[in-house]
């Protein structure tokens, strides 16, 4: 995977993860089993382990709080 397929996917994985959250925690209903998030969190962590972060940028797996969704799609 390239570094720009990479950042592409940690995106989509980050975007996920938060409307994931917001059903779950907000919304009280969540959408996929706790299984299948553990594996989106887990690539994502993968992911991260392999990108140089910029300073400053949020990374959900290193415990940083996310903003929350507004809106469920």
């Given amino acids: 995977m390239t570094r720009t397929q990479a950042e592409?996917?940690?995106?989509?994985?980050?975007?996920?993860?938060?409307?994931?959250?917001?059903?779950?925690?907000?919304l009280a209903r969540p959408v996929i089993t706790d299984l299948d998030y553990d594996r989106l969190y887990q690539e994502l962590k993968e992911l991260e382990g392999g990108?140089?972060?910029?300073?400053?940028?949020?990374?959900p797996a290193d415990g940083q709080a996310l903003p929350a969704v507004e809106e469920a799609p």
Avoid: K, P, S, W
């Fill in 8 to 26: 592409t996917r940690h995106g989509e994985l980050v975007d996920q993860i938060r409307r994931h959250d917001h059903a779950y925690y907000a």
């Fill in 51 to 59: 990108l140089a972060a910029a300073e400053g940028e949020d990374l």
